[in-house]
């Protein structure tokens, strides 16, 4: 009998507290601002994470694209949103892009960081009857005929700018060396790249995936920590002693000044997300490669790319 | 033969005039690009100096001819009154929308838009519950579209 | 794995249907369908989940017309290019007959676009191979000009294209990215919503215009119902038309599929430049309608061009599926057709099925669903339209401050529509206005300011001549005409 009771309450502790904690959070649908519009990178990962998400907390999770402004309504829309953990979003690139930080007057320090969700490291491509065959031979040609080749990828001071900026600064040139051509988007510029308008372009490696494999171009290097799965053979800057790395990113991420216990909550369930298999299933076909890192990691991460773009802001007057 | 049109006209080319010469007084502000070239000025200068040409040469041609003020005789003051209330309408419709939500406020504004265009108050009634019912079962039920 | 399966084909078909509602109504694009659908896709096998696609993709560009047919808001800026033609067919004959226009020809437009496809892809990707900013620009301005000279009036035409061009200049320059007219306001940064434009320029204006056109005494007389039925005029009248212009209908479609590879404007592009040309000749309402529809059509062909042959997605579409080719082991390129052809074959003949089956399909659907909206009185019917295009603008990026925009952007249709001024050039200036911008600002940045770089091209040079050779041609037509007329 003792024994019956005694199970009993320790079963009724257990439930106890495990309403208690339920009901702190969440009880109620989690709304997941979408800066960007339905179609793009973001709100295809957005939306076929939030089932997955809503699952593991036990509440709906709602997708809602908050567009215009170049992203800066959205931003806003998560910084401004209430800290309670219910109006959370999926923060990109820009947040931390001088240019656009100018313009917007959002920064990283308007968010509680989450979770990395995604990086879209970006290529070197060249077309596939450039002169250079190594990313040692087009550092030279540069280094030896500075301003002679011309860059694209996206607009001026838009983020693959800052792509190349990063990377002629770390083999010591300047923004003329290898000036840029604006262009209205990636697509943009690997149709002006084919079509030799410009001799080189700097767009995430899936951009260029379909053009590379189809033989029209190719990959002279990858700004990433480590060599790319799909691609082996193609060095990474860092091994070839440039250290420079550069992607864009999805991050979730929540209102500043959102409680800790809750944002701990979300990067459990963020971390459990990513790994479900229709997910990362969903995110192969769309190319979009899942990087996940935890709240503290994410943190740091963010931090450190809001260093590396504040010092690049310089090289561009 | 007197043409209704042209008050109608000239004022559009009154306001293409003023957008022309507003475009091309504030890309004045924009920076230049590092060689010194009209950088993000160049294009609204461009287009600034297509509708000045535009819009004097048709001021011009409407203004010779005749009529002009017989033409003023054919608006309809009452009715750009009615347009000037469903506009009004439509501008309080964000203050609205916090308050009523998006069904709400358009049910209102279908509301007004029936009885301006002379529909009688039952039948304008019934026509706005219905589209409320159908942007609900439609965007949201069926489509999932969120709103 | 099949795309003939009974699963596929009833996949096709729902996706057919979804993405019709989505196409036929203010506010939501054929993009939206897709992002909406994808949680459901990755539950789904990829040959359904694919199938579905397909479906939706046919008939969401499509279906723009069924909106424009109905209610003077087109879906799509491809539609906006014979957006009065094909309404005005809808209120003076019976909304089945134009429909009936659109749907066949779209289906047949799309079905030489695809034949184009898969006949003659790798020259036509030589062709594309060809075309840097400098050939863009002279495309895009061929795009212009027959748009100023297809105007009743020239000054006109010019103030409309200036004040969409100029519309379109507010928010961040497509070059340089210094934010332009914006007056402080966030909300103008990323510039105006296209979608919001359509809307109001095209649904609210009408609201008004009928507003302003309202007689206390003087109802305007309820349309009497057409003695044929929907069929008669949908396939009948419909099906004979096209018949009649076949050699127009194939002309427009081969000129849509070679503008389609134009990335992110081309089946707008092509639509309006063969609509252009189409009024340039005099024709009639039936014969812009038809020639719009079907290149607009032929030109989703078109996207494919680049996408399968050098890799390159022309829009978000395009880059979905592209993404799901390249997981499947599927390369674009020259070897696609030599490694997958029977993979290639069967997607085609999907997309043909797509086309021939479920344009028409969901045209008549939408044909016989306007003609009984119609009976409702138009004052009931003009009503729900304003609700609707509240709802339609709201929707697309949950900012109240589109509204606002609604406002004073449906204000300048009414004025312009009431002037006599072209409103659906206006809405080619915003589309092609930020285009010209960028390839003109893209070939000066490229060559420091060297104009003579724009005629150094073979392909540009063509294009150039094409240019002069229309302005000319059409100035000397239009002396020729207002000579009688002058004593």
């Given at each position: 009998m003792k024994r019956v009771f005694g199970i009993l309450a320790v079963v009724a502790v257990l439930a106890l507290t495990l309403v208690a904690l339920g009901q702190r959070y969440p009880v109620r649908p989690i709304t997941l601002i979408v800066p960007w519009s339905p179609g793009g990178s973001t709100d295809l990962t957005a939306r076929s994470l939030a089932p997955v998400l809503g699952n593991i907390?036990?509440?709906?999770?709602?997708?809602?694209?908050?567009?215009?402004?170049?992203?800066?309504?959205?931003?806003?829309?998560?910084?401004?949103?209430?800290?309670?953990?219910?109006?959370?979003?999926?923060i990109t690139l820009e947040v931390v892009l001088p240019a656009w930080v100018n313009q917007t007057k959002i920064n990283a320090d308007a968010f509680t960081p989450i979770a990395l969700l995604v990086l879209n490291p970006v290529a070197i491509v060249v077309r596939k009857d450039a002169p250079w065959k190594t990313a040692q031979e087009f550092i030279a040609d540069i280094k030896a005929n500075p301003g002679k080749y011309k860059a694209s990828g996206t607009a001026r001071a838009g983020s693959y700018d800052y792509a190349r900026l990063g990377f002629l600064k770390k083999i010591g040139l300047k923004d003329a060396a290898l000036p840029w051509v604006p262009a209205q988007g990636a697509a943009a510029a690997l149709q002006e790249l084919i079509s030799g308008g410009i001799n080189v372009a700097f767009v995430s490696i899936g951009e260029a995936s379909a053009l590379v494999k189809a033989g029209e171009a190719r990959y002279l290097a990858f700004m990433t920590d480590r060599r790319f799965p799909a691609f082996p053979d193609v060095p990474t800057l860092k091994e070839l002693g440039v250290d420079w790395t550069f992607a864009s990113f999805l991050m979730a991420a929540a209102p500043k000044h959102t409680l800790p216990s809750v944002a701990r909550q979300l990067d459990q369930a963020f971390a459990k997300a990513v790994q479900d298999p229709e997910f990362v299933r969903f995110m192969n076909n769309a190319n979009?490669?899942?990087?996940?890192?935890?709240?503290?990691?994410?943190?740091?991460?963010?931090?450190?790319?809001?260093r590396a773009m504040a010092e690049l802001a310089d090289e561009l007057k | 033969m007197v043409n209704p049109a042209r008050p109608f006209e000239l004022l559009v080319c009154l306001i293409a005039l003023a957008l022309g010469l507003a475009a091309w007084l504030i890309s004045d502000t924009?920076?230049?690009?590092?060689e010194g070239y009209l950088g993000p000025a160049l294009f609204p200068k461009l287009l600034a100096v297509g509708l000045a040409a535009a819009s004097l040469s048709l001021l011009y041609r409407n203004l010779r001819l005749p009529g002009l003020a017989a033409s003023f005789g054919l608006l309809a003051w009452g009715n750009l009154l009615r347009i000037g209330s469903v506009l009004l309408a439509l501008l309080l419709t964000p203050w609205a929308l916090d308050r009523?939500?998006?069904?709400?406020?358009?049910?209102?504004?279908?509301?007004?838009?029936?009885?301006?265009?002379?529909?009688?108050?039952?039948?304008?009634?019934?026509?706005?519950?219905?589209?409320?019912?159908?942007?609900?079962v439609v965007f949201v039920q069926l489509l999932k579209v969120p709103l | 794995m099949s795309f003939f399966s009974l699963e596929s084909f009833l996949a096709m078909m729902l996706g057919a249907l979804y993405g019709a509602l989505f196409g036929s109504l203010p506010g939501l694009t054929a993009t939206l369908a897709i992002s909406l659908f994808i949680p459901i896709a990755i539950f789904l096998d990829p040959t359904v989940a694919f199938s579905a696609i397909i479906g939706i993709t046919a008939t969401a560009i499509f279906a723009g017309d069924i909106g424009a047919t109905a209610m003077r808001i087109p879906g799509t800026p491809a539609s906006a290019a014979y957006t009065e033609e094909i309404h005005q067919i809808g209120k003076e004959r019976s909304p089945a007959f134009a429909l009936g226009i659109s749907a066949l020809s779209s289906a047949?437009?799309?079905?030489?676009?695809?034949?184009?496809?898969?006949?003659?892809?790798?020259?036509?990707?030589?062709?594309?191979?060809q075309f840097s900013s400098f050939e863009y620009f002279w495309l895009v301005l061929l795009g212009i000009v027959s748009g100023v000279f297809a105007s009743p009036s020239m000054a006109k035409g010019?103030?409309?294209?200036?004040?969409?061009?100029?519309?379109?200049?507010?928010?961040?320059?497509?070059?340089?990215?210094?934010?332009?007219?914006?007056?402080?306001?966030?909300?103008?940064?990323?510039?105006?919503?296209?979608?919001?434009?359509?809307?109001?320029?095209?649904?609210?204006?009408?609201?008004?215009?009928?507003?302003?056109?309202?007689?206390?005494?003087?109802?305007?007389?309820?349309?009497?119902?057409?003695?044929?039925?929907?069929?008669?005029?949908?396939?009948?009248?419909?099906?004979?038309?096209?018949?009649?212009?076949?050699?127009?209908?194939?002309?427009?479609?081969?000129?849509?599929?070679?503008?389609?590879?134009?990335?992110?404007?081309?089946?707008?592009?092509?639509?309006?430049?063969?609509?252009?040309?189409?009024?340039?000749?005099?024709?009639?309402?039936?014969?812009?309608?038809?020639?719009?529809a079907s290149s607009n059509n032929a030109a989703v062909a078109g996207t494919w061009i680049p996408a399968l042959s050098l890799g390159i997605p022309g829009d978000t579409l395009t880059a979905i599926v592209l993404g799901m080719f390249l997981t499947m082991g599927i390369t674009p390129g020259p070897d696609l057709f030599a490694k997958n052809l029977g993979f290639v074959v069967q997607l085609y003949m999907a997309f043909i099925l797509a086309s021939l089956l479920m344009m028409p399909l969901v045209g008549y659907l939408g044909a016989a669903l306007i003609s009984t909206l119609l009976r409702i009185p138009m004052r009931l019917?003009?009503?729900?339209?304003?609700?609707?295009?509240?709802?339609?603008?709201?929707?697309?990026?949950?900012?109240?401050?589109?509204?606002?925009?609604?406002?004073?952007?449906?204000?300048?249709g009414l004025l312009m529509q009431r002037g006599g001024f072209p409103v659906g050039q206006l809405i080619l200036g915003m589309v092609l206005g930020p285009l010209l911008e960028q390839y003109l600002m893209m070939s000066l940045i490229k060559t420091q300011w060297d104009l003579t770089a724009f005629f150094s091209r073979p392909v540009a040079v063509v294009l150039a001549v094409c240019n002069l050779l229309l302005i000319v041609g059409m100035l000397w037509l239009r002396g020729q005409r207002a000579r009688p007329n002058n004593p």
């Open positions: 907390l036990g509440q709906p999770v709602q997708v809602v694209n908050r567009t215009g402004g170049g992203g800066a309504i959205g931003h806003a829309a998560i910084a401004q949103g209430d800290p309670n953990g219910y109006t959370i979003g999926i979009l490669v899942i990087n996940h890192l935890n709240f503290d990691q994410t943190k740091a991460f963010l931090a450190e790319r809001n | 924009f920076p230049r690009t590092a009523l939500g998006l069904l709400g406020s358009a049910g209102l504004l279908v509301l007004l838009s029936c009885l301006l265009l002379g529909a009688r108050w039952l039948e304008a009634l019934l026509n706005a519950l219905f589209m409320v019912a159908f942007v609900y | 047949l437009g799309s079905l030489v676009g695809v034949v184009i496809l898969i006949g003659g892809s790798l020259g036509l990707a030589q062709v594309a191979k010019l103030i409309a294209f200036g004040v969409g061009m100029l519309i379109a200049t507010i928010g961040y320059d497509p070059a340089l990215g210094t934010p332009r007219f914006n007056f402080g306001n966030p909300n103008l940064l990323g510039g105006i919503s296209f979608i919001v434009a359509l809307i109001a320029f095209f649904g609210v204006a009408e609201v008004l215009n009928n507003i302003y056109s309202y007689h206390k005494s003087h109802q305007p007389a309820e349309k009497p119902i057409p003695k044929r039925s929907v069929a008669q005029e949908f396939f009948g009248a419909g099906g004979r038309l096209v018949w009649k212009e076949r050699r127009l209908l194939l002309r427009s479609s081969l000129l849509g599929t070679f503008i389609g590879f134009l990335p992110g404007a081309g089946s707008d592009l092509a639509a309006w430049i063969s609509s252009n040309f189409t009024r340039l000749r005099r024709g009639s309402k039936e014969q812009v309608t038809l020639s719009g019917l003009l009503g729900a339209v304003m609700g609707l295009c509240l709802v339609g603008a709201y929707a697309i990026n949950r900012n109240p401050f589109d509204l606002y925009l609604l406002v004073v952007l449906g204000l300048l």
